[in-house]
Nanobody, 123 residues
């Protein structure tokens, strides 16, 4: 069964850090471009960071977040630093559809979404 399972979210104070994990099963993660996305209540899902052989970061997270992957562990990560209240959202990972290989972070290019992990940044 092809799926992603995200973990690592939680409640943190502004300025703190979190590392989100995205464990893939049923396929080899290194063969696909991957992406991290987030959705806040009442807002559309947006791309946060996506990686093929290139990496894209949304302007709002540039220099604060970093995407990485552990191919041996078949797991992707999103390292989030200097968190702000506006980073509060449910975070999802997904893989890019077969036949595409780019750092394009448009959600429509991705499939096999995980269940999401909640990140809340509040003092």
């Amino acid at each position: 069964q092809l799926q992603f399972v995200e973990s690592g979210g939680g409640l943190v104070q502004p300025g703190e850090s979190l590392r989100l994990s995205c464990a893939a099963s049923g396929f080899t993660l290194e063969n696909y471009a991957i992406g991290w996305f987030r959705q806040a209540p009442g807002k559309e899902r947006e791309g946060v960071s996506c990686a093929s052989s290139e990496i894209y970061y949304a302007e709002a997270v540039k220099d604060r977040f970093a995407i990485s992957r552990d191919n041996r562990g078949n797991t992707a990560y999103l390292h989030m630093g200097s968190l702000k209240p506006e980073d509060t959202a449910t975070y999802y990972c997904a893989r890019q559809k077969v036949g595409t290989w780019s750092a394009d972070c448009s959600p429509s290019l991705y499939e096999y979404w995980g269940q999401g992990t909640q990140v809340t940044v509040s003092s």
